[in-house]
T-cell receptor, first 114, second 115 residues
């Protein structure tokens, strides 16, 4: 068990560019979550997958954001036409669900939009 | 919608002493979990402790314990024998047991342990 991994760890991009982040959950975890954390704040929920199905999306997830989890394994989060307001830490977490529901977090991808 | 409030932006404690971090939440749900997560500087978030709302007994994990007051919707974290490695941002989080189990976080409390 190597924990949740995320790549890249840091991404600097210019406004208007597209970026894609990857999350590899703990192998036996069927639930995968994306959160966004801005400086000095708690993480905010973006979206949730159970296996390959995306079951919930936050209103924070504008049309420029898309997430996938093909085959219920790793997940990608893509942001199109990035804006400076997208600058944040993007966290991925995974969970096995019942009975304890604990979510295990990855190290995050820090996005800076210039 | 659920909300989580952490009213202490920053706390400090001397090494080996005890500190309590406060958390209140608002929900109309009856079945939920509460968590405390720790985020050390520039490091990833790790789970400190979990409390199931249906359990009256307060959860404990080594030096960490909670005071769960369901009627008051209060969930404080007590850290005993504080260590320098406890220096971190601490987040209180709420999870209802339906619809995907997403976490709703408070704004966090920065805890500094001083030697």
């Amino acid at each position: 068990d190597t924990g949740v991994s995320q790549n890249p760890r840091h991404k600097i991009t210019k406004r208007g560019q597209n970026v894609t982040f990857r999350c590899d959950p703990i192998s036996e975890h069927n639930r995968l979550y994306w959160y966004r954390q801005t400086l000095g704040q708690g993480p905010e929920f973006l979206t949730y997958f159970q296996n390959e199905a995306q079951l919930e999306k936050s209103r924070l997830l504008s049309d420029r954001f898309s997430a996938e989890r093909p085959k219920g394994s790793f997940s990608t989060l893509e942001i199109q036409r990035t804006e400076q307001g997208d600058s944040a830490m993007y966290l991925c977490a995974s969970s096995i669900g019942t009975p304890y529901y604990e979510q295990y977090f990855g190290p995050g991808t820090r996005l800076t939009v210039t | 919608a659920q909300t989580v409030t952490q009213s202490q932006p920053e706390m400090s404690v001397q090494e080996a002493e005890t500190v309590t971090l406060s958390c209140t939440y608002d929900t109309s749900e009856n079945n939920y979990y509460l968590f405390w997560y720790k985020q050390p500087p520039s490091r990833q978030m790790i789970l400190v402790i979990r409390q199931e709302a249906y359990k009256q007994q307060n959860a404990t994990e080594n030096r960490f314990s909670v005071n769960f007051q369901k009627a008051a919707k209060s969930f404080s974290l007590k850290i005993s024998d504080s260590q320098l490695g406890d220096t971190a941002m601490y987040f209180c989080a709420f999870m209802k047991l339906l619809y995907g189990n997403k976490l709703v976080f408070g704004a966090g409390t920065i805890l500094r342990v001083k030697s």
